[in-house]
């Protein structure tokens, strides 16, 4: 079946650190990847998403690229913000599948200090 | 334009009773899932509706179901409540079963007593 390993938290980090979150995947077939967040009390904000095999997504400073080679998709960001304390999903969509089933990993929660 | 709607926000609850939450989707999504998400066990699939179809269901026992009504509206009801029960309980809108952008709303604090 399908799952999803991302590294566990919490990782705190001063503010304008550089950010890498791993997840790496298994699942049959060509999957959606994607990185959901999750701030405080609220549901979850879709982040970036790639589609296929070295796309890069990317959104608000945060990068990710889908390697099938090595089955990951990072999440990476250059400089991060107090704002950006949250709770990181990453999440894959097999195309197999008959409708929207995402598969998530563990959930990383992020602090960042100032 | 309105997210994606849960009520109730919080419910308390004892074993053995049932409940019901229900979901709006933003307007023009027909399709809805729903996930519960656990310290222990993270976010897992519930069921998905497309239609007032039920398209796709994971692995939870018959006590959970749902249902989906001609406004796309859903609920889900979870009988004879477990302490285990106890959760946030997500729920996704998005256009279609083939789109794979979800909006999810805020969820339902559900508690077991």
């Known amino acids: 079946g399908n799952s999803v390993t991302q590294m566990e938290g919490p990782v705190t980090l001063s503010e304008e650190a550089f950010l890498t979150i791993n997840c790496t995947y298994t699942a049959t077939g060509y999957p959606s990847l994607f990185w959901y967040v999750q701030y405080p009390g609220e549901g979850l904000q879709l982040l970036l998403k790639?589609?296929?095999?070295?796309d890069k997504g990317s959104n608000k400073g945060f990068e990710a690229t889908y390697r099938k080679e090595t089955t990951s998709f990072h999440l990476e960001k250059g400089s991060v913000q107090v704002s950006d304390s949250a709770v990181y999903f990453c999440?894959?969509?097999?195309?197999?599948?008959?409708?929207?089933?995402?598969?998530f990993g563990g959930g990383t929660r992020l602090m960042v200090k100032p | 334009k309105a997210g994606v709607t849960q009520t109730p926000r919080y419910l308390i609850k004892t074993r053995g009773q049932q409940v019901t939450l229900s979901c709006s989707p933003i307007?023009?999504?027909?399709?809805v899932s729903w996930y519960q998400q656990t310290p222990g066990q993270g976010l897992q699939f519930l069921f998905e509706?497309?239609?007032?179809?039920?398209?796709n269901k994971g692995n939870f026992p018959g006590r959970f179901s749902g249902r989906q009504f001609s406004n796309s509206r859903s609920e889900m009801n979870v009988s004879t409540l477990e302490l285990g029960d106890s959760a946030l309980y997500l729920c996704?809108?998005?256009?279609?079963?083939?789109?794979?952008?979800?909006?999810f709303g805020s969820g339902t604090q559900l508690s077991v007593l």
């Open positions: 790639a589609t296929k095999a070295d």
């Open positions: 509706y497309f239609s007032e179809t039920q398209r």
């Open positions: 307007s023009g999504h027909r399709s």
């Open positions: 999440a894959l969509s097999a195309l197999n599948n008959a409708g929207n089933m995402l598969t």
């Open positions: 996704a809108s998005s256009r279609s079963i083939t789109n794979e952008k979800l909006f």
